[in-house]
Each structure stands twice: as C-alpha cells, then as structure tokens.
C-alpha cells in the first residue's frame, strides 16, 4: 500500500550515540527497531521521516531528530497526556488495531494479540481508538528487529489484565478538589447542595458485599433500611440497587435504577431441582422489590408525585448498536490512501447517516430532555431504568444534570459529574474502550456518544459551559492513556485491586492512581525535556491548552455581568455576587494558581430557572469533524502543502486578548483603589 | 391543487389567467394595455359589483397616481412629504438597528448572567421567535430601505407597509388567510405595492409581517375554483419565489379579493412580460455613497500593475461590435496586434476571446479567460488563436508552460465538436496542457438547486436529512467548483505559470472559477469595494448574463436558461469565508444581500444581460446601483474579526466535503427550527461593547476616587494641623 519510489530521508547510520526514549520513572525498553520509517497517512508526496522504534512497557515511542509536522504537533500539545508522551508516543491502551502492510501492495492484515508474526515484517500500521493512524514501514531495518517490534507491540498492547498497564509514574497526583464520591461526605454534600430531602447515605457496601460496581457508599431513600437494601439488591441485575444521583430543588430526585433480574433462579439457587412454580415465585418476589424500590422513590418525594419511570433498555440503542456505529465511523475515517478518501468523501454525508451516530445521540439528548422537563416541569422524579444501569443511565444521568444545573456546566461541576456518574457509580470503563484483550464483544464506545451529546450541547449553546469542545476530546483522548486512572478501570473496586496487584508486585515503590483531573493542577513535565522542549515551554504550551480548553465566551458571559452599574464598585464586598463574578473570573484567567476553580470552596448551590433546552432535530445536529477526522489532513489538491492562513482554530485568539485586556484593566483598578484605600 | 375545471365554468376570460405560464404570457401580451378593463369587466359578469369597483379604483390608482378611495391613504401624501416622513423614519432607525442590542443596555438595563444575543444584524423589528423566518427578510430590507420602524410614530395606516421612494400602492385585500407553513395560518391583510408584498396580521403579538419584494415571484398560481373549494383556505394563490420558499394565501371567495390582487401581482412581478419598467427604474432613493463609481475598469487594471510591457489595454471594444458580451476595455498581450484580436475572435466561439482576468504581482502569471475555440469536428485550427495563447504564455517569464482550464467535463467539452465548439488540442498547442474541471452545466445545476429546495423548505426530513442532502449533489458541484478554482489559484501562485480559462460560452463556470481564484489570490477581492469590484468586473462586465439566468421580471418560469450559477458562487465565497473567518472583511450578511438584491430588482446593479445592454438602457444614470447601499452602510456588513495583514495572504481552502456545510442560514433561513448558532462576529462585537462599556466604568471610578481624595486631602492636613 505504501508507495517507496522516493524514499525521502534514506536513513544515515547513527554512530553519533545510541538513541534511547525518554522512560518515565519505573518504565522498562522492550523491544527496538533501527532506521524506521515513519508515514504520514494520505500525504500524496509520501514523505517519511525516518526514526527508531522502541516498544516499552508503557508506549509506542518514535524518536527522531528530524522536524515535527506543525499539525501533529498542534494536536500533541492539546493532549491531556503531553506530560507523559512526545509527539511520536502511542502510549499501548491506545492501540486498537495493528495491520501489517507489505510494500506495493494495498492489502493489509489484521494482526491480533496472539498472530504469529512472519519472518519478515515489511511495515506496521497502528490505528489509535482515537481514530490517528500511524504506519511504520521497517524496509531499512536491520533484520530481526522488525518482528521483535512487533511482537513487544502486539503483546504488550493488548494485555489480559488491566494491572499488566503501565498504571502508575511513581508521583502522587497533585489536589484537584474533585470529590471522588467514594466518601459519604461526597455525597451528602451533594444532598446539601441540591437540598434533595429525604434520602439518606448508605454505607452499607463498605466491603463492596452488596455490589461490587457501586462504590462503598450510596445514596437511598431514607426508609429504606440496610437489610431491606441487601436484600432488594439481589433482585436486580449486578446486584445494583436503585440509587439517588441528583436532586431538584422542588424535591425531584434522579435515580438510576438496574432492570431486575431475569435469570434470578440461576443465581439464587444453583440447584436445578427448583421448579417453575418456585422460579415464578422468585419472578414474582423481583417484581415486588422492583415495586417497593419505585414506592419509596414515590414516598422520599416531598409532595409524594408520581415518579416517571424510563426504560433506556427501551428508548436508546443497544451498546452493540453503539459499537456497530462507531465501527463504521473509523472505516470511514481512516482511509488507507487518498484514492480512497476522496471515494469515501464523494458519499461522505450518507455514510454519517447511515453509521447512525447521529441518531442515537440525537435519541439519548431527546430522552434526556424528557426527563429534565419532567423534572423541572412537572417536579416528577425520574428514575432511569437500564439493564445493568452503567451505561446508558450514565448518559442520561449526565445530560439531564447538564440541562438543569448550572454548577455542572463550570469546569469542576463537570469532573465532579464525571467522577460520580461515571467513575464512582462503576462505567465499565475497562471493558467499553477495550483496555484489555478480553471480552472484546463488551466493547462500545458510550462515554464518546456522551461526549458527542455534551459536543452537540455546546454548539447549541456556545457560552452555557465553561469548558469547550476541545476539552471533551481532550478527555476522549485522554481515555486511553492509562497514566490517567479515571478512565481504566471498571468500577471503584477494580481500582482497589488493581492498586492492590501492582504494590504486592512491586512493594518498595509506591502506586499512585492518578486521576485525569490532576493535568490542571500538573506543574511537572515527566519527559526528559529534549523532547518536549525546554521546561519553560511546558507552561506556556499549558496555558496555551487553557486556552483551548476553557470557554472564553463563558468568562465573556461573567465579564458582561460586571457591566451592571456598580457592580465594578463593589468587587471588594464579600457578599456581593459582583464579587463572587471577580473571584471566579480570577481563577479562570490563571492568577490564584494552577485550577481554573477554587479547589476548597464548596461547589455552589443549585439554581432555579437555569435550564438549557436542546435541539435534538437531526438537521441540528452536526458531525464532530475535530473527533472523528481531527487526525486525517486532506490530500493536498494544490502542489505546495502550504498552509497559507490558520484556519478556524485561531478565531477565539482575539476574544482571548481582549477578555484578558478587560481583565487586566479591572485588576490594575483594583489595585489602585486598594493602594489609595491603605493611603486613607 | 389547482382546479382547473371549476375555472373554467366560470367564463373564459378567467381560464386564459389560470392555465399555464405561457398561456398567461400571451394573454397578457396581448391585452396588457387594457388588463385592467377586462379583468373587472368579468368581475361584474360573475356578479359582484363591490369586487369590481375595489379593481378599478386601483387600477385607476395606479394610473394617475394619487390615491382615492379607501385602501389607499399613503398615497393621499404628496411624495416630498412622504420623502420627509422616510427620513425621519431613517433617523430613527439608525438607533434602533444594528446596535438595538446594545443601545439597549447602554440605557441602563442590562441583563445579568446571559443576555439574549440579537440573531440579525439589522434586526429590530418584531423579535417574536416564531416570525424568525420572516423576520430575516425583513432584515434585508431594512438594510435596503433603511426603514426599520414598524409600529408607532407615524401617520399610516398600520397594516400598510412604509413605502420606499418610488413605491406606491397598487391594491390591498383584507381578510386575507396567510398559510405560514410554520406557525399555521394567520389572518390579516394583504397590499401590493409596484415593488412588493406585504401581509400584517395582527393576531399575534407583535403582529406578524411578510414582505416580498416582486421581483423574487417565480411563479403564481391560483388555488381551488369558486365551485370547487370546499375546505377551509382551500380557495387562493400560490406564490413561488426564487430564494427558496412558496407563499401560500387564501381568500374569501366572497370578498372577491383573489383576482385583483393576482392581477397586480402578475403585473408587477413580470413587468418584462408586460412591458412595463422594473423598479429599479423608479426607485429613486438617496445614498451617500455612489455604486456606480466602484469599479472602472482602467483604475482596476491599474491596481494590478497594467500597462506594463507585456500587457496593454485597449478599446477596440468600445462599441461592443468586436464581441457583444465583453466589457469595452481590456488588457491583452502586449505583442497583440488589434488584427490578432480580430482574428482571435473569428475562431472563439461569440468572439470571447482571451482577455486578462487578473495577473500575478510578483510573478506576472496569470489568469485569462475565453470562450471555448470553435474546432468542430474536423479539429479546425487557428494559428492566431495559437498565437496568442503562446504570447499569453510569453508574457510571463517564470513559466514556460500554460494551463488551458476547461471547466466542463471532459465528455461535454468533446460533445460540443459536434456543435462547431471544442476544446484546444495539446498538439495545436504547444506548451499548454488542458485540463478538464467537471463542472456540470446549468441544467443540472438548476435541477440540483431544485433538490435542494424540496429538501429544505418548508419541512426537513430529519431522519434522512443527510443523505437527503448529498442526493441534491449541490455540496458537490460546490465542491467541484471550489477545488477547480483551487487549481487554478493554485497554478498561478504556487508553479507560477498562466491559466487560461473557459467553458462554453465563458460566461458561467468561467466566471465562477476566476472571480473565485482571484479570491483566494488577491486579498483586495475580500474586502467591501474589492467585492464589489470583483462582481462587477468578472461577472457583470463579462457578460455573465443575470436577466436571463436570473429570468428578471420574466413570467417563464419554466426558461430553459435560467440557473443558479451566481448564487452557486456566492455559496463558494461563504465555504471559503467559513474556512477563514478572518480574512475577509464582511460577513455573510453582505452575501444574503447581494442574493437578495440578485432577485429583488430593487436595484439596477444585476438587471439585463451584458454591459453593452445596461448601457443601452441607462442603467447608470436611471438607477440606483447596489454597491450605493452596500457602501453606504458599511458597518452592516464589517467583519469585526477581520485582520487586514491577511490581505497579503493566498487562502487555500480545503474542499472535501467534510469541510463542506450547507449554508443554512441561507437555504433553510425560512425554517424557524433551523436556527443557526450565533456568528462569532457578533458575539466578538458584543465582547468589544462590554469592554468599552467596562473600561468607561472603570474610569468613572478612577474620577470619583480621585475627586474623593481631592475633597479628602485638606481635611486630613487640617487635622494634622
């Protein structure tokens, strides 16, 4: 497939020192192959640059001396994992497909973790879960280590467990103030600040016995007792009792609920001696938990409304739909070579719609519009029923707390959503994004759907969040790496004792989980800082990402609330919302320390008549161009691939100047009034 | 639909009206003198005097001039008071348009937390979200007549429109049914003016309103019979215009309403077919600024650098007799003699010979543009078309090599031998290289734009709204023109050799491809008058000809030789101001207004075929030019993320499809549920406001603190004392 007439940059034999990778602390070289090179797909002059391959313990690294592309670099530097890869690194979890690709020819075959490799590997292509493709081609490599590189790659990056991942760099993460709704004071602040009464905080499943997905502490309806909670969760499938996650000011809650059990007999009593009264007794006693589970989320309302019950098993796709969909999607967006893009491209608009995506994301906003209106209309609690209530009801969960509360739309009201929808209440996080070898039919890529409705939501409304588009690839991308611990693991428990694992085999060093929140408050640059430039550039490529990652049309939003007379006067009175505007406003702009939030102070109260409405029309909805064809670059038309003018990406350039210019001429205001204040 | 049997029990005058267009057409040729006499005089044979007398009182109306009567009050005023009364309306909407928003908030009344963003630049009208789709036109005209003020503050009858000058009442039916496809119908009262339609309904509030300018009808039909209506609205007139949306209205049979106004809108929305002037030619409203003067075409070489020695200008045009279509100057080799030319234009078909577009400033590439040679099928030759394009080659020494860009595809270029056309071959040719671009033809651009419409209006198919929309293909002819205009700025810049450029005729896709490659090339084209002058040279001067594929004024709506090669272009020029936002010094409301003047005939700027034609008729001097509006309101149509050093800059905009989008806000603007995201424009704007706005705060404070201490000190220095 890949075309060699012009072998650009024929390799020179490096006599000047060995090249070697930049290893994190604890990170071993397994494998590496001379005189590489490396592809960039579809670029019809099929330039190379030429490399050494290393396989290690954690990544795929490429190092080369030769220039970077500016795009790959761009993308690079708004990674949340540029601290821990260069721009040629694939850390392993992100591998999804290897091929390997002969010369002269366009077929290509599927290598799959235990392929016996051929004597001769002529080159490799790895296609990322975030859809980036990279070919390898080993023509000038010494023979032998072709197919060392290749094996190291194919056994290392599909592990049969997750604790076989490079999990953990050896440094504590630095404080996010993210709660990590592990603790019950998470949760009951949660209670407080949505003033949802009548539920209460269990802590019944300290030792993960009722159910090894739900975090050791959950929040029920207060009448329930700790016995009547086992004893309804057997009922239901995983054993997941109904469980509050938000609450509306009227007293609404949202609860996330698994089907019941089908297939109970099998679990309760192995014994095939029981017979089909006694199954349809069991049947019959499910049904009456079930009841008695939506009866106390009737009572625990204040005013005792009728909850509205969704069935997501019902209204939303399957995950296998899901993965089907997405499948499509990467065939569409990785073309081989520039003869099949543009034969792709010519039925580009039909093959979106007919990968579905759309329509389920435009399914899981309508269902989750449905339920914020029942909620905020007509002060019904929902509760969002699903067969094992990990997936979908996250989804669901997330939108409908998006649409209704505005603290979740700031930047730590998100991760806090994140952290209790999805890592606390056990997304399989593990098993959707395929970290491992196993169970590859578990795979299906829900959390991107979820990131594409957050995507769909903040197109339609352009300074509701505070967080951009940009962000949400970034933690799509950031999914993959398995430095970053909120993305790995399956449940809470899963962590636990993949933690577990990794000291006993290792006790001198210490294991520390990060969580990907802590890029915010990160002020280390982990690789030798040859590759990444100087350390000086680590905070400038940050900020610059800062940029990108928070709303400036947010803060604009903010700045324009100050304009109210007198609100300038009163920045200095505590209890001024002018204030309380400024202090924020403060911490987005970069001044009070590293988060773009005030870590200790309690995430605010919920708000009345903030609610978002979304278009859910399909015509409404747009295709994430920077998510699923982010990495491809046209095939050049022109002859030259100059890029004569920054496209689209610069436009918020000149908001950023002059939200910081307005920023700056309060803050000289300030300090002068407060000089001439000590003067008096 | 339209039944037609019931007509046609009524008497046969009415038939002759109802059937098809050319049926009409001639009906109207024949009688136009005296339409009005015989359309009453069937109106009283069908029995009803009131109907008949409301018809003649227009008509005679229209006549003299001056009103009488009762709906027609406006015109009671003498024209200098209605002039005045439009400039006190003028006064006021300048306040209350663009900056309402933010006049708005200056006033003292600022919405905390997220303040609703105004969703048009000039509108200020009725803001209720379910007029969104008539409220954007309304915008377009307000930008037009600047008379923005609707309610209040004038002596009018409220549900006639504030009429332009010029403009005078032409008839008005009541209890007219407006069949919103949208908001459903609404009730209310229709008035035809000679230059548009007007509809108020004052059931909602603010009350509803729908402006047309005439000269948008494509088509009127005429719905249900007298006998054979039956149903609620059922009875009434369809109107079909050319920016994509069908009106719908019904009348009361009793009221007798339906055939007056039919008669007036046939009138005056094909004045052509019924000899009568357009609009434009008695508009006659005042701008600061002149459009006519924007482009002359020696000052526009000039700025490219010409004459210089390898290139001269001449006027052997002059008289139009050398070619019909072309502009009376052009820029041509330098080693051209004016018999070269004459030969040249013996072998090009229409005389269209190659005639310089725009040169390189540096490398003195270029590019030309032609009709096709006349080869035929015995693969005739001319060693003085040869010529010159060997000397158009010559002219530039960086390259020995030129491009001959032939738009079509390769297939239609070889069909037109057979018609004595043809394309040059690379052996006549020495040095040249032909390549073929794929565009399609007229035809099927107007069938796709067809597509396009049933697609978008009224109603859009969700569930199949993609594919839907490739089926139209129009993403992709704009694709195919995008990229061909890519290729050639792409030649000219990047290998630095010439390209010449054409199709058949070089009036349609020739001229999409140079304007657009001089787009991309030189960034005086991305400016307000650089625009302008862009259109008026490549598109107006070489005879791209809007009367006919536009159909001005013309009722053959069927007209085989109307098609959307303009707005197809204009569609480039958004795919390409999307990809670059910063370099182009309008936004797209300046695009939707040169659309909707495109059709409007409002004002002179896109009427008759080629220049010769506009100067026949006077166009100059009779009518107002476009360009006098554009320019004169400027800060309508300013980019405010524009950043002038992209002048400097050759834009190469990607064009597969994926970078491609429909230009809803265009296409689907009728669709109320189809709101577009705020533009980032606007927004921008809004953030320079809230930083003056803050910055003057800030300053205030500065003041009083100052005048605090001021006021403070000698107090302090007395207690010391």
């Known amino acids: 497939m890949l075309n060699y007439k012009r072998p650009v940059d024929v390799p020179e034999e490096v006599d000047n020192g060995k090249v070697e990778p930049n290893l994190l602390p604890g990170e071993i070289k397994i494998a590496e192959a001379n005189n590489v090179l490396k592809f960039a797909p579809l670029k019809t002059n099929k330039t190379g640059i030429s490399g050494t391959l290393f396989v290690t313990n954690f990544k795929v690294s490429f190092v080369t001396s030769l220039p970077v592309d500016s795009k790959e670099a761009e993308l690079h530097e708004r990674s949340l994992q540029s601290h821990y890869l260069g721009v040629h690194d694939v850390c392993l979890s992100e591998v999804d497909l290897v091929y390997q690709i002969s010369e002269g020819s366009t077929k290509k075959k599927r290598l799959l973790y235990n392929a016996p490799l051929p004597a001769r590997v002529s080159g490799l292509q790895l296609v990322l879960k975030n859809l980036r493709v990279f070919n390898f081609c080993f023509k000038f490599t010494p023979a032998g280590e072709d197919v060392r590189i290749g094996q190291a790659l194919l056994h290392h990056a599909f592990p049969p467990s997750i604790d076989h991942l490079f999990l953990s760099c050896g440094h504590p993460s630095p404080f996010t103030g993210i709660p990590e709704f592990c603790l019950a004071q998470d949760w009951e602040k949660e209670l407080q600040r949505t003033r949802c009464p009548n539920w209460r905080v269990s802590k019944h499943n300290e030792f993960f016995n009722l159910c090894s997905s739900l975090p050791t502490v959950v929040v029920v309806p207060r009448d329930l007792l700790d016995a009547q909670l086992e004893q309804a969760a057997q009922h239901f499938q995983g054993t997941r009792p109904p469980v509050w996650c938000w609450g509306a000011l009227g007293g609404a809650a949202l609860v996330r609920m698994a089907q019941i059990s089908p297939n109970i007999s099998d679990k309760i009593s192995v014994t095939k001696s029981m017979g089909t009264l006694q199954r349809r007794k069991l049947e019959e006693e499910s049904q009456q938990q079930e009841n008695r589970m939506m009866g106390l989320v009737h009572r625990c309302h204040p005013k005792k409304l009728q909850p509205t019950i969704i069935d997501l098993d019902q209204k939303l796709p399957s995950l296998k739909d899901v993965n089907i969909s997405y499948i499509k999607l990467r065939e569409l967006h990785t073309p081989d070579d520039p003869t099949q893009f543009w034969e792709q491209d010519r039925h580009y608009f039909s093959r979106w719609e007919s990968s579905r995506w759309l329509s389920y994301v435009s399914k899981c906003l309508e269902v989750a519009q449905n339920a914020a209106s029942a909620i905020a209309h007509h002060n019904s609690s929902v509760i969002l029923q699903e067969s094992e209530g990990r997936d979908m009801s996250a989804v669901i969960s997330s939108l409908v707390q998006l649409l209704l509360d505005p603290q979740v739309r700031t930047l730590r009201g998100f991760h806090s959503l994140i952290q209790k929808e999805w890592v606390a209440l056990g997304h399989s996080f593990c098993s959707r994004l395929g970290h491992t070898r196993n169970q590859p039919e578990e795979q299906s890529p829900v959390w991107l759907l979820f990131l594409d409705c957050v995507h769909q939501l903040s197109l339609q409304h352009h300074a509701a969040l505070e967080f951009t588009s940009e962000y949400l690839l970034a933690l799509w991308h950031a999914s993959h790496c398995s430095l970053h611990s909120s993305f790995m693991f399956n449940s809470v428990n899963a962590k636990y004792s993949a933690k577990a694992v ?9 294991v520390y989980l990060r969580p990907v929140w802590s890029w915010w408050a990160e002020d280390h640059d982990w690789l030798g800082s040859e590759q990444n430039g100087s350390s000086e550039s680590v905070k400038g490529r940050r900020s610059a990402a800062r940029d990108l990652f928070l709303n400036v049309h947010y803060i604009q939003n903010l700045m324009e609330s100050l304009v109210v007379s007198g609100a300038l006067g009163r920045l200095r009175d505590p209890v001024s919302s002018a204030h309380h505007t400024w202090h924020r406003i403060q911490y987005l702009l970069g001044d009070s320390g590293p988060l773009p939030y005030d870590p200790n102070a309690p995430l605010g109260p919920l708000q009345i008549d903030a609610s978002l409405r979304v278009d859910v029309a399909l015509s409404s909805l747009k295709p994430w161009h920077e998510c699923f064809s982010g990495w491809i670059s046209e095939p050049s038309v022109t002859i030259n691939e100059i890029d004569s003018l920054s496209r689209q990406s610069t436009t918020t350039v000149q908001h950023w100047e002059h939200v910081r210019q307005i920023y700056y001429t309060i803050k000289s205001h300030l300090s002068e009034t407060l000089t001439n204040g000590v003067a008096e | 639909m339209f039944s037609g049997g019931g007509i046609e029990k009524r008497g046969i005058s009415k038939a002759v009206n109802k059937r098809s267009s050319s049926r009409r057409s001639s009906s109207s040729s024949t009688g136009s003198g005296s339409t009005s006499g015989s359309s009453s005089g069937s109106g009283s044979s069908s029995g009803s005097s009131s109907e008949s007398g409301r018809s003649n009182n227009s008509g005679s109306s229209s006549g003299s001039g001056s009103g009488s009567g009762s709906g027609s009050t406006p015109l009671g005023s003498p024209p200098h008071v209605q002039m005045a009364s439009h400039e006190s309306l003028n006064s006021e909407s300048k306040s209350s348009s663009l900056n309402s928003k933010l006049g708005h908030e200056s006033a003292g009344s600022p919405s905390a937390g997220s303040p609703s963003p105004p969703k048009s630049v000039c509108s200020s009208s009725s803001t209720s979200t379910d007029q969104h789709h008539h409220h954007q036109l309304a915008h377009v005209l307000n930008a037009t007549s600047k008379l923005t003020v609707r309610e209040g503050t004038r002596t009018l009858r409220p549900d006639e429109p504030t009429l332009v000058p010029g403009e005078h009442m032409e008839g008005t039916a009541r209890e007219v049914t407006y069949l919103c496809p949208y908001t459903g119908p609404k009730k209310g009262t229709l008035s035809v003016t000679n230059y548009r339609l007007y509809f108020r309904s004052p059931e909602t509030d603010p009350p509803f309103e729908l402006e047309v300018p005439l000269g948008v009808v494509s088509r009127i039909e005429k719905v249900g019979g007298a006998n054979t209506s039956r149903g609620e609205n059922s009875y009434g007139i369809e109107i079909f215009c050319k920016d994509i949306r069908n009106l719908r209205f019904a009348h009361k049979q009793e009221n007798h309403s339906r055939r007056m106004v039919t008669e007036k809108l046939l009138q005056y929305a094909f004045p052509a077919s019924h000899k009568l002037p357009f609009f434009a030619f008695e508009y006659c409203e005042q701008y600061p600024e002149n459009g006519w003067t924007v482009y002359e075409p020696i000052a526009e070489l000039k700025r490219q650098g010409l004459p210089n020695e390898s290139w001269r200008i001449t006027r052997l045009n002059e008289d139009y007799e050398l070619c019909e279509t072309y502009p009376a100057v052009w820029a041509v080799p330098a080693a051209a003699s004016d018999t070269d030319l004459r030969n040249v234009a ?376």
């Not at chain 2, 070089?506 to 491809?513: E, K, M, S, V």
């Not at chain 2, 424009?681 to 809230?690: A, N, P, S």
């Open chain 1, 502 to 510: 990794l000291q006993r085999e290792n006790p001198q060093q210490p």
């Open chain 2, 346 to 721: 013996a072998f090009r078909s229409r005389g269209r010979i190659p005639v310089l577009s725009w040169i390189h400033p540096e490398s003195q590439a270029t590019i030309t543009r032609c009709a096709q040679p006349l080869v035929g099928v015995s693969g005739k030759r001319s060693r003085d078309d040869e010529a010159y394009i060997q000397h158009i080659m010559d002219a530039n020494a960086q390259s020995h090599k030129i491009f001959i860009m032939d738009a079509r595809p390769s297939v239609n270029a070889v069909a037109n031998k057979a018609r004595g056309g043809g394309y040059e071959s690379e052996d006549a040719y020495q040095n040249a290289e032909v390549q073929f671009l794929d565009i399609h033809n007229i035809h099927v651009m107007r069938e796709s734009l067809r597509k396009l419409q049933e697609v978008c209006y009224p109603h859009i198919d969700n569930a199949h709204w993609l594919s839907n929309l490739e089926a139209t293909h129009w993403l992709d002819h704009i694709r195919c023109v995008l990229s061909g205009a890519l290729r050639i700025a792409d030649k000219v810049e990047s290998l630095k050799t010439s390209v010449v450029v054409h199709c058949s005729d070089g009036w349609d896709r020739t001229a999409q491809l140079t304007a657009l490659a001089m787009l991309m090339l030189d960034g005086y084209y991305r400016t307000i008058p650089g625009f302008a002058v862009l259109i008026e040279k490549e598109w107006l001067s070489f005879g791209h000809k809007f009367a006919q594929r536009i159909g001005h004024g013309d009722d053959r709506h069927q007209d085989e030789d109307r098609s959307p090669v303009f707005l197809q272009f204009v569609d480039c020029v958004c795919q390409v101001m999307k990809q670059f936002p910063h370099a182009f010094q309008f936004t797209e409301d300046l695009l939707i207004t040169v659309l909707d003047h495109l059709y409007s005939c409002l004002f002179g700027t896109f009427l008759y075929n080629s220049e010769r034609e506009r100067m026949e008729k006077e166009v100059k001097t009779k009518t107002v030019s476009l360009w006098s509006l554009i320019l004169s309101n400027p800060s309508d149509f300013e980019n405010p993320l524009y950043n002038p050093a992209t002048r400097h800059h050759v834009l190469f905009p990607l064009t597969s499809m994926r970078h491609l989008c429909l230009w809803d806000k265009y296409y689907c603007r009728w669709n109320p549920s189809m709101r577009p995201q705020e533009p980032v424009h606007i927004r921008f704007k809004e953030l320079l406001h809230v930083k003056g706005q803050l910055e003057r705060r800030v300053d205030e404070l500065r003041r009083e603190l100052a005048a605090r201490q001021t006021h403070d000190s000698p107090r302090v220095t007395s207690a010391i004392v």
